[in-house]
């Protein structure tokens, strides 16, 4: 084979990785993309990564975006970037305000081009489509560099929820207390043990079976609302103060913090078709 045969044939491969435009390892604050290759019917895409490296310390990777639907995880993740290069004293932090452009562009849960739920396909599929590439790319080169994981939801235009930092029952003792030690740091009106039927392809498991700590947060629905997205940096900036990345002192929500335990049997389906009429707020 000739050189240039080689390149190109190197290159081809090159472009059916998912893979970053910068080193995540420089220290300060860097910026470039996460690129996840194309295939036979859809485009490549590239995914901002914003990454403040400051020595030792706690590693941490924020996401935003998963669901097109919820803005506010997309606004805060933007907010924390812009205070963060000056009050991160230590460690590492790697921000994704957006994990999936066209079900934001497109403001749906689900991705456009395959229709599925990101949240649903981790760890993902080098050669699967797009949104299987996205959890692959995210799975395979931000991972592995973090010990802790902040997903950034909120409930998207057709609920309603108070603000909560949340995790999953972990089978496991220790990385349960862990977990949920975690997710009060952030202060929030609710800190809750959510159970599920043991959705598969979703984030957190992926992330738990990896070793991580990971929270995420649940917020609002409707609009964005103003109120909502304050409550929501102060308790990012919380879990920051409590992990050491930040200076300063977290500050409690204007609300009372409460711990609630949300089970499958508390869900109620309604028996006949018809409108929902809210009789109180949820907060
Ligand atoms: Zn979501």
Redesign the pocket.
């Given at each position: 084979m000739t050189l240039d045969k080689l390149l190109m044939s190197e290159g081809r491969k090159m472009e059916k990785a998912p893979h970053l435009t910068f080193n995540l390892e420089a220290p300060g604050m860097n910026t470039g993309q996460l690129v996840v290759p194309g295939g036979a019917n859809f485009e490549a895409i590239s995914l901002p990564v914003f990454s403040l490296n400051k020595g030792e310390g706690p590693s941490l990777l924020i996401t935003g975006g998963?669901?097109g639907d919820?803005l506010e995880r997309a606004i805060v993740a933007h907010r924390v970037i812009k205070w963060l290069p000056t009050a991160q004293t230590c460690g590492r932090i790697i921000i994704v305000p957006v994990l999936n452009p066209s079900a934001v562009r497109a403001w749906s849960?689900n991705t456009p081009e395959d229709g599925l739920n990101l949240?649903r396909v981790f760890p993902g599929r080098a050669d699967g489509s797009v949104t299987e590439r996205i959890a692959d790319g995210v799975s395979r080169l931000l991972l592995p560099l973090v010990d802790i994981v902040f997903d950034l939801?909120?409930f998207?235009p057709t609920w309603d929820c108070i603000p909560s930092s949340l995790t999953h029952p972990i089978a496991n003792a220790d990385p349960m207390a862990r977990t949920f030690r975690m997710a009060e740091a952030f202060k929030l009106p609710v800190t809750l043990l959510w159970e599920h039927d043991d959705t598969p392809g979703m984030f957190d498991t992926w992330a738990q079976s990896q070793g991580k700590v990971f929270v995420g947060t649940e917020f609002g629905g409707g609009s964005v609302g103003s109120d909502n997205l304050a409550i929501y940096e102060t308790g990012v900036r919380n879990a920051l103060i409590t992990l050491g990345l930040v200076d300063g002192k977290a500050e409690s929500p204007t609300h009372p913090c409460r711990t609630l335990e949300t089970l499958s049997s508390d869900l109620i389906k309604s028996p006949a078709r018809g409108i929902f009429e809210p009789r109180c707020s949820v907060l």
């Open positions: 998963c669901h919820e849960r949240n939801h909120s998207g």
